[in-house]
């Protein structure tokens, strides 16, 4: 019995990609019809690059959304909770 084939995804490689914003899971290269090899060579030319395992990015275009990677601001206090004092400076 032949392997099962892979689901295809309905949106092409070419739209999926900008509008992660050049981010993808190596399952979602499988499933717009790219090959384990195909997704090998575009990262050993340096066409994309891998961020964790299973998930790449195309290169120069990914640029991380300064939003969702940035500091955080929560309670009282500047963004990113620096007081301007060395963080060795008592309370007095």
């Known amino acids: ?15 999926l990609l900008p509008a992660q914003d050049g981010v993808l899971s190596a399952a979602q290269a499988r499933a717009t019809g790219l ?13 994309w690059v891998g961020l964790h ?6 290169r120069p275009a990914y640029r991380p959304r300064r939003c969702a990677s940035g500091p ?3 309670g009282p206090g500047p ?3 620096s007081t301007g004092r060395p963080p060795h400076a008592g309370a007095g």
């Not at 384990?36 to 990262?43: A, D, E, M």
């Not at 395992?53 to 195309?58: D, F, I, K, M, S």
């Open 72 to 74: 955080r601001r929560s």
């Open 1 to 15: 019995m032949p392997p099962p084939s892979p689901v295809r995804s309905p949106v092409p490689l070419r739209d």
């Open 53 to 58: 395992p299973g998930v790449l990015a195309r």
């Open 35 to 47: 090959s384990r090899q195909s997704v090998r060579r575009r990262v050993v030319r340096g066409e």
């Open 79 to 81: 963004p990113g909770g």
